[in-house]
């Protein structure tokens, strides 16, 4: 008998919801709108154009259904939300911060992450990432890639919109598709951003970079200078 007041109880509830789903969109005046419609007056099958998409925010207080209609509505994202890693370089001087160490794939616990190094025309290693990738669908969005980097380089994105019809080529993501500015993860991260720890870290970073770059200016200085090839005795 308990059991039936029960779901009787849980019914009304959300009929009640249900009709103040209306009388909400009623005093807003969208009553003959479709939620998450365009901005005409009648648009049951206009949608929002993309990156327009009205932003559903949630609480206790909210009167109605809780329903979103994604797509064309959207719930927040928050900034502690991962999906996957990205790449981060420089906006000021598009530097790639990382250094191809390895230690990335190495915390990564499916090991997705797999890369090669880059080397200059004379063989020698370079700090610099000839390749990058990332299996999409082995990465289990753990986040230890970004919290082992020494070198601030690898961060993780908030884009869940991921999915397609093709999951053999286009599920991994190579080097030119992981690289974010510096200047989106500081839109995307605000806080995290503006925290003291990272200011810290990346004066770090910025130190270890110009260490490096102090490091190729003095090995070029140092290369002997190439001796002239041997000319034909003129005649």
Known sequence: MGMGTGV???HAITLRRFLLTFWRDARQGRGLKRRGGGHGLLDFFRKPERGSEPTITQDFR????FTVEYPDERLPVYERFRVLPVLVYDTE???VRC??????ARVCPPQCIWMTQARSPKGTVVPLPEDFYIDMDVCMNCGLCSEYCPF?????????????????QSHIYGLQDLLVSSEYYAKTHPEAWSSSEEATERGKVAKKKDQRLQKAL????????????P???KA
Do not use: W
């Open 8 to 10: 009787i109880r849980g």
């Open 62 to 65: 909210t009167d109605g259904l």
């Open 93 to 95: 001087d598009g530097n």
């Open 99 to 104: 250094t191809s160490c390895n230690i990335c």
């Open 152 to 168: 601030d380089a690898i961060k993780m994105d908030q884009n869940f919109e991921l999915s397609n019809y093709e999951r053999h």
């Open 218 to 229: 003095a090995a070029g200085r140092s290369t002997p200078a190439a001796k002239p090839a």
């Open 231 to 233: 000319q034909p005795a």
